[in-house]
């Protein structure tokens, strides 16, 4: 796989959903893999901070969803991760997703990938979400493509913000730049 899209709405077809599919569909029609994820219906327990990650390299804890997405994440090239914003920052459920990657950074598993940054929110605390995962990504020595971030509430209202699918436009671009084969 090349550009894994995740989501960490909750909401199946949410903003942060629909957003992160916008971005996945431009590369995908130039012939680009892609692959979206969402949160739905999935459960990642939080860390609990046990150190065992640092012999095993792995998170010990089982029972979850979150080897399934990290494995994902190890066989992508490019990953579009994204998050609705809750309280000015990324929900939970990303949160925890993004702590239990703590047992990937010992080796620097997920060094060497690029992404972009996603966030949703309705009316403000874009900007913080935002950079929740842009230390997400730096901690983890990912290239950094870029971000977008939109303003919605309604289901389907991402797709009214001008501004927000103008930088979906051009994050795919930068995307469909990296990996195109050039001849």
Sequence with gaps: MKVLGISGSMRKDGNTAQLIR???AKVQATGIETEFVSFTGRMIKPCTGCEQCKET??????????ADLARKMLEAEVVVLGSPTYYYDVNGQMKNFIDRTYSLFHDRKLAGRSAVAVTVCADR????????????????????????????????????DARAVRKADEVAQKIVNLLQPRD
């Design 22 to 24: 916008y971005v996945l």
């Design 57 to 66: 390299k792995w998170c010990v804890i089982e029972g979850d969803d979150w």
């Design 125 to 160: 605390g874009c900007e913080r979400s935002l950079e929740t995962i842009e230390g997400f990504l730096n901690t983890h020595h990912f290239s950094y493509l870029g971000y977008v971030c939109g303003k919605a509430y309604a289901p389907g209202e991402i797709m009214t």
